[in-house]
């Protein structure tokens, strides 16, 4: 019940005008995560996905990359995402 009262006696305005925005960085980019590990094993990925799928599927490397990121570098779980994306194109 008092965080309700002290809720309703904040001043917004106040609180507001203390922020500053610093908290936030506008300018974050995942990219710069991505080590020269990451972006080798990136790159050896999508060229087993690419042999895996075969010349017939016609898919972004950023796409792959991007499941391949998302699946911990799992090939198998790669292109059956991508294979499962394409099936409901």
Known sequence: MSRNK???T???????DEYDGTEYDDDYD????VTAED?????EGVGQVRSIL???VHIDDKDIEDSLWHYYYDIDKTVNYILRKLSTI
Do not use: P
């Open 6 to 8: 002290s809720l309703k």
């Open 10 to 16: 904040m001043e917004l305005d106040d609180e507001l």
């Open 30 to 33: 995942a990219s710069d995560e």
């Open 39 to 43: 972006k080798a094993r990136l790159q």
């Open 54 to 56: 075969g010349s017939s």
